[in-house]
């Protein structure tokens, strides 16, 4: 069985926290993910990246982009 997920968005998402909570959720997918979101070909001066943060209370992954 493949992985669903059903999102119910009456006031929108955080998209940055959306992709960081599925890759600490999933850390088999974070490579599929990249792709994906290299595949819908963003200019090349956006970076964007996947970042394990833990600042000695909360740990987890942040998704971070940036522009110059």
Do not use: N, Q, W
Request: charged share 15%; glycine share 12%.
């Amino acid at each position: 069985m493949g992985l669903h997920i059903h999102l119910d968005l009456v006031g929108g998402i955080a998209g940055d926290m959306f992709i960081a909570a599925l890759a600490d959720a999933h850390p088999d997918l974070v490579d599929g993910l990249l792709r994906a979101l290299t595949a819908l070909g963003p200019p090349s001066s956006v970076t964007y990246a996947l970042k394990v943060c833990d600042d000695g209370i909360l740990s987890g992954t942040r998704f971070t982009t940036a522009e110059p």
